[in-house]
Nanobody
Framework: VQLVESGGGLVQAGGSLRLSCAAS??????????MGWYRQALGKQRELVAI????????SYADSVKGRFTISRDNAKSTVYLQMNNLKPEDTSVYYC??????????????WGQGTQVTVSS
């Protein structure tokens, strides 16, 4: 399974960015249970930013990004997006895409992307 992220960059405070993560190599024996975005700032632990269920009907956000970030997915493309608006300097981090795959027996396997840098200048 490969996760390819794109869309990171440098933006001024108050600006917007849209991250994309395309999954490939998912075998037919697996279904997507959930896809999400995490971030890790320098010297800090990785934290969950947003997550969306396999069918895309349930989402959850970190309190720090509620009302500013929106997670969505395109099932046909096995792609998850993170629209980030009103960005703040404290949003500066490496953002990682994560996917949980489920087998028919319910076993979960998770995979990570390589990360994309988001830098917000004040």
């Amino acid at each position: 399974v490969q996760l390819v992220e794109s869309g990171g960059g440098l933006v001024q405070a108050g600006g917007s960015l849209r991250l994309s993560c395309a999954a490939s190599g998912i075998g037919s024996a697996f279904s997507i249970a959930a896809m999400g975005w995490y971030r890790q700032a320098l010297g800090k632990q990785r934290e969950l930013v947003a997550i969306i269920t396999g069918r895309g009907n349930t989402t959850s956000y970190a309190d720090s990004v509620k009302g500013r970030f929106t997670i969505s997915r395109d099932n046909a493309k096995s792609t998850v997006y993170l629209q980030m608006n009103n960005l703040k300097p404290e949003d500066t981090s490496v953002y990682y895409c994560n996917i949980y795959l489920a087998t028919e027996r319910g076993t979960l396997h998770d995979y990570w992307g390589q990360g994309t840098q988001v830098t917000v200048s004040s």
